[in-house]
Every structure is written in structure tokens, then in C-alpha cells.
């Protein structure tokens, strides 16, 4: 898996980009790009000597349901059930966020509980979220101003959560509907493509490359499989 995330970060850095947080994405006039991770995994800890090396700033949203040392072994396992994952289930501990943190990494709120927020009722959906951003503010002692729903399509979030999103001070909002990296920039609406380390990197590339503008906003899905 490394060694293919170090062949995408250099085939951009050769190229010209440099990688940086969600703010100087939406202000940069250069060469950007916005690298982000989903979730909570303990192998975002892991990655931070690579990080360093490669001199990449990454935002890492993060869920808060279950930290290791804070929750117990069923949540935890409930927890990755929901991410259908079913690898090494170990997530992060509170000493690894905040050695993440401290390397200059964003942190970022990705819900409380990993769940589709636009089928909850809406008093839950809002408190999942404001549960999470405190819970990072409380455990980092930063601010907490940016934002991933879960699942990251249009269909799993609505413009009533984005507004209360923006009204508890996240700056900006992530989905990750591929496809859509010819849109206009916008703070409640970054544009994020999966990148796929088990493809190889042309294809990932070509996945870049399409304008699924018109098919997302007729469907409400990726042009992108």
C-alpha cells in the first residue's frame, strides 16, 4: 500500500504540486492538492514518518465513536462493522491523534459514529456531528473547522446539515463523489476523488480526468464506477 501512496505523492510533486490543508486549497492560485483519509484507523499513525518524508500535509477526518483506550472492544467492533471493514480493526488511540496533530496535520471532524446522516432524524444527525467536533476540540485543544460526512455522497447528507454545519463554525465540508474535480471550488463543497492504491496509477489518473458534473447533479451519483 506505501509504496504505491509514495508513487502517487512524488507523480504530483514531479509534476509541480504541492499538497496542503483544506483552507489553502480553497485559497491557492498554484498547484494544490487536497490529500485527505477518512475514518479511524491506527495506520494513519503509521504513515506519519512517510508523511514527513515526502513533506505532505494531510487531513485526516477522523470519527470519535472509538478510540482505542476509550472504547471498549464492541463498540469498536460495531464501529468498523458499519465500515463493512474487516481487516486489522485497531483505531487510533487519543496519544496517536495528538501526535498527529502536533505534526501539523488537519484535523477534521467525520461524525461521531460513522453513520448515514441523512437518514437519521434530524436532532440526531445534528448532535452526531456537534458530538464529534467537541470531542476533537476537547482531545486536540485545537479548533476543529473542518468537516467529512460519512459515506460522501450527495445522497447521504442535505442542505439543512450543511447549514447547521456552518452555523457550529465548520469553514469548510468535504464529500467524496469522484468525477467532480472540474467544479468550481467551494468551502461547503470540496470536491475529493478516492484514490485507489490498489489500481494502477493511470487509471487513477483517467478517474481524475472525467467530468461527472452534469451526470452527479442529474443522478445524485458518480460518474466515476
Same mark, same amino acid.
Given at each position: 500500500?506505501?509504496?504505491?501512496?509514495?508513487?502517487?505523492?512524488?507523480?504530483?510533486?514531479?509534476?509541480?504540486?504541492?499538497?496542503?490543508?483544506?483552507?489553502?486549497?480553497?485559497? $491557492?492560485?498554484?498547484?494544490?492538492?487536497?490529500?485527505?483519509?477518512?475514518?479511524?484507523?491506527?495506520?494513519?499513525?503509521?504513515?506519519?514518518?512517510?508523511?514527513?518524508?515526502?513533506?505532505?500535509?494531510?487531513?485526516?477526518?477522523?470519527?470519535?465513536?472509538?478510540?482505542?483506550?476509550?472504547?471498549?472492544?464492541?463498540?469498536?467492533?460495531?464501529?468498523?462493522?458499519?465500515?463493512?471493514?474487516?481487516?486489522?480493526?485497531?483505531?487510533?488511540?487519543?496519544?496517536?491523534?495528538?501526535?498527529?496533530?502536533?505534526?501539523?496535520?488537519?484535523?477534521?471532524?467525520? @461524525?461521531?459514529?460513522?453513520?448515514?446522516?441523512?437518514?437519521?432524524?434530524?436532532?440526531?444527525?445534528?448532535?452526531?456531528?456537534?458530538?464529534?467536533?467537541?470531542?476533537?476540540?476537547?482531545?486536540? @485543544?485545537?479548533?476543529?473547522?473542518?468537516?467529512?460526512?460519512?459515506?460522501?455522497?450527495?445522497?447521504?447528507?442535505?442542505?439543512?446539515?450543511?447549514?447547521?454545519?456552518?452555523?457550529?463554525?465548520?469553514?469548510?465540508?468535504?464529500?467524496?463523489?469522484?468525477?467532480?474535480?472540474?467544479?468550481?471550488?467551494? $468551502?461547503?463543497?470540496?470536491?475529493?476523488?478516492?484514490?485507489?492504491?490498489?489500481?494502477?496509477?493511470?487509471?487513477?489518473?483517467?478517474?481524475?480526468?472525467?467530468?461527472?458534473?452534469?451526470?452527479?447533479?442529474?443522478?445524485?451519483?458518480?460518474?466515476?464506477?
Amino acid at each position: 500500500m506505501w509504496p504505491a501512496f509514495r508513487q502517487m505523492v512524488e507523480h504530483f510533486q514531479d509534476a509541480g504540486y504541492r499538497f496542503v490543508g483544506p483552507d489553502a486549497f480553497l485559497e $491557492a492560485e498554484d498547484r494544490v492538492v487536497f490529500l485527505s483519509f477518512d475514518d479511524n484507523y491506527r495506520c494513519f499513525w503509521t504513515a506519519l514518518p512517510l508523511l514527513e518524508e515526502l513533506g505532505v500535509v494531510a487531513t485526516f477526518y477522523v470519527n470519535t465513536c472509538a478510540f482505542r483506550g476509550r472504547a471498549c472492544q464492541a463498540e469498536i467492533d460495531a464501529y468498523f462493522d458499519r465500515l463493512h471493514f474487516f481487516g486489522e480493526r485497531v483505531p487510533l488511540s487519543i496519544a496517536e491523534l495528538h501526535e498527529i496533530a502536533a505534526a501539523g496535520h488537519v484535523v477534521g471532524a467525520h @461524525g461521531h459514529s460513522h453513520r448515514i446522516l441523512a437518514v437519521l432524524p434530524a436532532t440526531e444527525a445534528r448532535a452526531d456531528i456537534k458530538r464529534s467536533k467537541r470531542l476533537l476540540q476537547d482531545l486536540t @485543544g485545537q479548533e476543529v473547522a473542518h468537516f467529512s460526512y460519512p459515506y460522501g455522497m450527495r445522497r447521504h447528507f442535505n442542505e439543512d446539515l450543511r447549514a447547521f454545519c456552518r452555523s457550529i463554525g465548520f469553514r469548510t465540508i468535504a464529500n467524496a463523489i469522484p468525477g467532480m474535480q472540474f467544479a468550481t471550488r467551494s $468551502a461547503d463543497r470540496i470536491q475529493r476523488s478516492v484514490w485507489r492504491l490498489n489500481a494502477p496509477i493511470d487509471v487513477n489518473l483517467d478517474n481524475l480526468r472525467v467530468d461527472g458534473r452534469l451526470f452527479q447533479g442529474l443522478t445524485g451519483r458518480s460518474a466515476v464506477g
